[in-house]
């Protein structure tokens, strides 16, 4: 029973690792469809905060979608000059322009996804 028990932890893990990959992978490729990435990616610091880092700010606080959204949508200034230092990274851009190829359900997709990542 121990060994199957183990057996079944084993494979739990190896499917929450896997299924965290893919959920870095969606986020990469929404972040290049929608021109994101240029600024963007998943665990390094391009131009703007990387995605682990904006989930790690926003994750579990009230009103985080709406927020990130309306950051996408609207554009952000200077945002993330002190959250930076919070995180220990230099952000190179001050100014995030309004994502007028994005519509808000997009927006959301990306924001949701983004929200999922682990930030351990």
């Known amino acids: 029973?121990?060994?199957f028990l183990s057996a079944l932890a084993a494979v739990g893990l190896?499917?929450?690792?896997?299924?965290?990959?893919?959920?870095?992978?969606?986020?990469?490729?929404?972040?290049?469809?929608?021109?994101?990435?240029?600024?963007?990616?998943?665990?390094k610091v391009v131009a703007g905060p990387p995605y682990r880092v904006i989930a790690k700010e926003y994750k579990g606080k009230p009103n985080?979608?709406?927020?990130?959204?309306?950051s996408i949508l609207g554009g952000s200034m200077m945002k993330w000059q002190n959250l930076g230092k919070k995180y220990g990274i230099k952000?190179?851009?001050?100014?995030?322009?309004?994502?007028?190829?994005?519509?808000?359900?997009?927006?959301?997709?990306?924001?949701?996804?983004?929200?999922?990542l682990d930030t351990k």
């Open 1 to 3: 029973m121990k060994k």
């Open 14 to 43: 190896i499917a929450s690792a896997a299924s965290a990959g893919d959920l870095a992978q969606q986020v990469e490729k929404l972040a290049k469809e929608y021109g994101c990435g240029g600024c963007h990616a998943v665990d």
């Open 64 to 70: 985080a979608k709406e927020t990130l959204v309306k």
């Open 91 to 116: 952000v190179k851009m001050a100014y995030m322009p309004a994502q007028h190829g994005v519509n808000k359900e997009k927006a959301e997709k990306i924001v949701d996804l983004i929200l999922k």
